[in-house]
Protein backbone atom coordinates (compact mmCIF):
# COMPACT_ATOMS: atom_id res chain seq x y z
CA UNK A 1 0.00 0.00 0.00
CA UNK A 2 1.24 3.42 -1.26
CA UNK A 3 0.01 6.76 -0.05
CA UNK A 4 1.18 10.20 -1.08
CA UNK A 5 -0.29 12.87 0.40
CA UNK A 6 -0.33 16.77 -1.04
CA UNK A 7 -0.60 20.30 0.87
CA UNK A 8 0.12 23.45 0.31
CA UNK A 9 -2.49 24.39 -1.95
CA UNK A 10 -4.87 27.66 -1.70
CA UNK A 11 -6.31 30.83 -3.00
CA UNK A 12 -3.40 33.66 -4.24
CA UNK A 13 -2.62 37.00 -6.17
CA UNK A 14 -0.74 36.73 -9.48
CA UNK A 15 2.72 37.54 -8.81
CA UNK A 16 2.41 35.63 -5.65
CA UNK A 17 4.22 32.28 -3.97
CA UNK A 18 2.74 28.92 -2.69
CA UNK A 19 4.86 26.50 -1.50
CA UNK A 20 3.49 22.44 -2.13
CA UNK A 21 4.79 19.81 -0.28
CA UNK A 22 3.68 15.66 -0.63
CA UNK A 23 4.88 12.82 2.05
CA UNK A 24 4.86 9.56 0.68
CA UNK A 25 4.17 6.45 2.86
CA UNK A 26 3.79 2.97 2.55
CA UNK A 27 5.27 -0.57 1.43
CA UNK A 28 7.53 1.24 -1.05
CA UNK A 29 11.15 -0.82 -1.70
CA UNK A 30 12.59 2.61 -3.42
CA UNK A 31 11.98 5.12 -5.14
CA UNK A 32 12.80 5.93 -8.71
CA UNK A 33 11.27 9.32 -9.26
CA UNK A 34 9.12 12.01 -7.96
CA UNK A 35 7.22 14.90 -9.62
CA UNK A 36 4.55 17.19 -10.08
CA UNK A 37 1.63 16.83 -12.35
CA UNK A 38 -1.38 19.59 -12.36
CA UNK A 39 -4.45 19.29 -14.14
CA UNK A 40 -6.66 22.47 -15.24
CA UNK A 41 -10.35 22.35 -15.88
CA UNK A 42 -11.09 21.04 -19.15
CA UNK A 43 -7.15 20.04 -19.86
CA UNK A 44 -4.90 17.03 -19.63
CA UNK A 45 -2.80 16.44 -16.80
CA UNK A 46 0.80 17.57 -17.50
CA UNK A 47 4.47 17.52 -16.41
CA UNK A 48 5.07 20.56 -13.87
CA UNK A 49 8.30 19.22 -12.50
CA UNK A 50 10.17 16.23 -12.31
CA UNK A 51 13.46 14.81 -10.35
CA UNK A 52 14.58 11.91 -10.88
CA UNK A 53 16.57 9.75 -7.98
CA UNK A 54 20.05 11.41 -9.05
CA UNK A 55 18.85 14.71 -8.75
CA UNK A 56 18.70 15.50 -12.19
CA UNK A 57 15.31 17.93 -12.65
CA UNK A 58 13.33 18.91 -15.64
CA UNK A 59 10.65 21.38 -15.99
CA UNK A 60 7.77 22.09 -18.27
CA UNK A 61 8.50 25.16 -19.83
CA UNK A 62 6.05 27.42 -18.72
CA UNK A 63 7.45 27.32 -15.55
CA UNK A 64 10.88 27.49 -15.59
CA UNK A 65 12.34 29.99 -13.61
CA UNK A 66 9.31 30.69 -11.38
CA UNK A 67 8.65 26.40 -9.99
CA UNK A 68 11.54 24.88 -8.34
CA UNK A 69 11.40 21.49 -7.25
CA UNK A 70 12.94 20.00 -4.49
CA UNK A 71 12.77 16.33 -3.12
CA UNK A 72 14.66 14.27 0.10
CA UNK A 73 14.37 10.76 -1.60
CA UNK A 74 15.44 9.02 1.46
CA UNK A 75 12.66 10.82 3.49
CA UNK A 76 9.56 10.43 0.33
CA UNK A 77 8.86 13.79 0.18
CA UNK A 78 9.00 16.09 -2.59
CA UNK A 79 8.12 20.22 -2.36
CA UNK A 80 7.29 22.69 -4.90
CA UNK A 81 7.93 26.09 -4.51
CA UNK A 82 5.88 28.18 -6.98
CA UNK A 83 6.88 31.86 -7.33
CA UNK A 84 5.53 34.45 -9.59
CA UNK A 85 2.33 32.83 -10.04
CA UNK A 86 -0.12 33.36 -13.05
CA UNK A 87 -3.41 32.80 -13.49
CA UNK A 88 -3.10 30.13 -16.16
CA UNK A 89 -1.39 28.03 -13.46
CA UNK A 90 -4.93 27.26 -11.98
CA UNK A 91 -5.24 23.77 -11.71
CA UNK A 92 -5.21 20.61 -9.41
CA UNK A 93 -1.42 19.68 -8.62
CA UNK A 94 -0.62 16.20 -8.24
CA UNK A 95 2.42 14.63 -6.88
CA UNK A 96 3.96 11.48 -8.60
CA UNK A 97 6.30 9.06 -7.50
CA UNK A 98 7.65 6.27 -9.52
CA UNK A 99 8.60 3.26 -6.89
CA UNK A 100 9.59 -0.34 -6.55
CA UNK A 101 6.74 -1.58 -4.38
CA UNK A 102 7.04 -5.42 -4.14
CA UNK A 103 8.95 -6.78 -6.59
CA UNK A 104 6.97 -4.02 -9.18
CA UNK A 105 7.48 -0.50 -10.57
CA UNK A 106 5.08 1.58 -10.61
CA UNK A 107 3.30 5.09 -10.53
CA UNK A 108 1.81 6.60 -7.76
CA UNK A 109 -0.80 9.51 -7.19
CA UNK A 110 -1.87 11.73 -4.72
CA UNK A 111 -5.32 12.95 -4.28
CA UNK A 112 -4.79 16.71 -5.44
CA UNK A 113 -4.32 20.30 -3.78
CA UNK A 114 -6.10 22.94 -5.74
CA UNK A 115 -3.81 26.03 -6.78
CA UNK A 116 -6.05 29.03 -7.87
CA UNK A 117 -4.31 32.67 -8.80
CA UNK A 118 -6.31 35.16 -8.81
CA UNK A 119 -5.67 38.19 -11.60
Known sequence: QVQLVES?????????????????????????????????????????AHSDSGGSTNYADSVKGRFTISRDVAKGTVDLQMNSLKP????????????WVGRSVGDYWGQGTQVTVSS
Not at 8 to 15: D, K, N, R, T, Y
Not at 92 to 98: E, G, S, T
Open 8 to 48: GGGLVQAGGSLRLSCTASGTIFSINAMGWYRQAPGKQRELV
Open 88 to 99: EDTAVYYCNIRA
